[in-house]
């Protein structure tokens, strides 16, 4: 029996490499269902290969595009986040993969876990904004999540056998970025077009830039405390500029387990898809001798403040991981139009975490909600 998969945001970086993963085991994947939210082109193509039964292009405006295209496909076509959510709800889809960016991927995968659908996730703000709800409704629901993301399914791989046995710390993985090493007064003149250049990883635009900021990193520590249900002061990151090791977990005998391979998303995207089992791929093989050097620093909160600012949104709970997320995608944004400087990136978020006062939000709605308001006042702020 083949596997249908639901892939989330099939157009972006992680969405096209998880169709590479697909390629590779045709005779275990079917495509079951694509989205994507405006590159109409590259949905096209993907559902005149793939021949799902349903597609959704989430910007309404290349509805017919895409519809006409597919017409002679035997294939649904829909339009908007209301049809991605309905979707949801499709018998056959046996796995949901989840590549979706930002705050969009939250109630899809809500939807998908209320329909008892496995979820692979390489959507990391649908925890950190709503770790708490998703888990628990996850649970409830007997519902797997498998992290996609790299430093999450070292984790998780670490974690396998370990059941009952205490955690010390979970020691997250960073590369450290393109600015790894630089002053404040460096990262002032920082050009979009450097922060865009990530030394290891392939990835798409806007956790390129988290990766500069380390705000991807802080993303992944609130990620890793609600993915494995453990206390922030017992989450460490640490820099290690060859991306090889993608995380380790010291028990509390003080052994460590790590796990290694080359940096391709394609690996922790196969080990979600093919979970429990290993398969073998044509991917790039590690070797230890490729790498004869392997280093590790503190990371620099001073030059990079945005990971504290992470753990600081986090600890206050409620509302404000939201609020985090929220400033962050409009900072970034702005960054990457050319609106704002780099180091402009952490004081937007800041003002937005000081001036936005607490709240506790118990619903998928009220999040979204949250998401809406902080968008809609930092513009504000950014001008006082
Ligand atoms: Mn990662």
Known sequence: M??????????????????????QFPDIFEVELLSGYSNSDLLIQQAQKYKPNAVVIIDDSHYLKVKNALVKEDCKVFSGMKSLIECMSMDSIDMALSCIVG????????????????????????????????????????????????????????????????????????????????????????????????????????ITIDSATLMNKGLE??????????????????????????SLV????????????????????????????????????????????FTFEKPDTNSFPCLSLAYQASKAGGNKPCVLNAANEVAVAKFLSGKIKFTDIPKMIEKALERIPFSQPEMIEEYLEVDREV??????????
Request: charged residues 20%; hydrophobic residues 40%; proline residues 5%.
């Open 250 to 293: 010291q028990f509390i005998d003080g052994s460590v387990k790590a796990q290694l391979g080359v940096p391709d998303m394609k690996l922790p995207i196969q080990y979600a898809l093919t979970f429990p089992q290993r398969m073998n791929n044509e991917f790039s093989r590690f070797n230890l001798t490729d790498y004869p050097t």
């Open 375 to 384: 968008r809609k006042t930092i513009c504000e702020f950014s001008q006082s």
């Open 103 to 206: 705050i969009a991927g939250l109630a899809p995968v809500y939807a998908a876990i209320e329909n008892e659908i496995p979820i692979a996730l390489a959507n990391k703000e649908t925890l950190v904004v709503a770790g708490e709800l998703m888990m628990q409704k996850a649970k409830e629901k007997h519902v797997p999540i498998i992290p996609v993301d790299s430093e999450h399914s070292a984790i998780f791989q670490c974690l396998i056998g370990e059941q009952g046995n205490e955690i010390a710390k979970i020691i997250l993985t960073a590369s450290g970025g393109p600015f790894r090493g630089k002053s404040i007064a460096e990262l002032e003149k920082a050009t979009c077009k450097q922060a865009l250049k990530h030394p290891n990883w392939n990835m798409g635009n806007k």
């Open 2 to 23: 083949k596997r249908n998969i639901a892939l989330l945001g099939s157009t972006g970086s992680m969405g096209t490499q998880a169709l590479q993963v697909i390629d």
């Open 221 to 246: 520590v609130i990620e890793a405390k609600w993915l494995f249900n453990i206390n922030l002061d017992k989450i460490e990151v640490i820099v290690h500029p060859q991306s090889i090791i993608h």
